[in-house]
Each structure stands twice: as C-alpha cells, then as structure tokens.
C-alpha cells in the first residue's frame, strides 16, 4: 500500500510573478470593492461606466459607447436597455439604425454619484500607491491595453 502523502503547509506559486496573472489579481481586487461601493447605489461597475461616457459624450451612439469599453453589441444592448428602462437614459433617433444617448435628469443624478464613489474609490488606490509614479503605472497599463486590442485585430 502507498505511503499517504502528506500535506504542504504553504503551496508554492510559480505563476505569481507573471504580469498577466499580477494585473487579474490587481483587477480583481479593485472591481470588488468598486462593486460593492456601487451595489448600494444599485448598479453594477459596467453600469456605473456607461452613465459616465454617456453623461461626457451626449447625444453619442451606443455602438461607440461600446467599442470604447470592449463590449459586444449582443450584450450592449440589454445594458442600454436596462438603464433606459430604469429612466436613466433616453435615446433619439439619429438615422435609419442609430439611436443617440443621453442622460435623463435622474441619470445625471446617479452618475454624480458614481463619480463621487469611484473617486473615492481611485484614492484608496493611489494612497496605496503613495510615493510611487502612478502616471507610470497608467501609462503602461495603457500600452497593455492598446497591445490586446490591437492583437485581437
């Protein structure tokens, strides 16, 4: 009979120091708390996201709103949807297939407040980071970005 193997008391991780694994985690760690600080106003970050570009860009097209956040139309739609059902945002015929967006005056409300909490929640973050070149950091996340889409071209 084989000899039981025992358990190790602290597993090793050979993946923790790749970029790709570190900026999942880092993501991770930061939607969940923006999550949260955005569920107790009732929306979800992506949500929180669309009210932002929509209320900076009115009368926009929701196929560019979802180019710029890497979203496909099959699921742009019941998001647009959604906020519009919420009286969030109304949508105006532009041509024969675009509607243009914009902001209701409950939705500008709401993202007042999206902005507030993820304001606060970009400071936590760079408190963190104190004494460090977050200009850097954004620059490089940047170029991370840019090099994907690019790739998926």
């Known amino acids: 009979m084989d000899k039981p193997i025992a358990p190790v008391d602290r597993l090793q991780d050979p993946v923790a120091a790749r970029l790709g694994y570190m900026l999942r985690r ?3 760690a930061m939607m969940a708390g923006l999550g949260s600080a955005l569920a107790d106003i009732g929306l979800r970050p992506v949500e929180g996201t669309i009210l932002i570009l929509v209320g900076a860009n009115p009368g926009c097209i929701q196929s560019d709103i979802g180019r710029m956040l890497g979203i496909k139309r099959a699921n742009m739609v019941p998001l647009i949807a ?3 059902g919420r009286g969030l945002l109304e949508k105006s015929p532009v041509d024969g297939r675009s509607l243009a967006l914009s902001l209701t005056a409950g939705g500008e409300a709401l993202r007042a407040q999206v902005d507030k909490i993820m304001d ?4 936590r973050f ?3 980071l104190a004494g460090k070149d977050v200009t850097l950091l954004r620059e490089a996340l940047r170029l991370i970005a840019e090099e994907g889409e690019a790739g998926a071209e």
């Not at 606060?120 to 400071?123: K, M």
């Open 120 to 123: 606060r929640h970009e400071a």
């Open 82 to 84: 959604a906020l519009a």
């Open 126 to 128: 760079e408190r963190l």
């Open 26 to 28: 880092a993501s991770a």
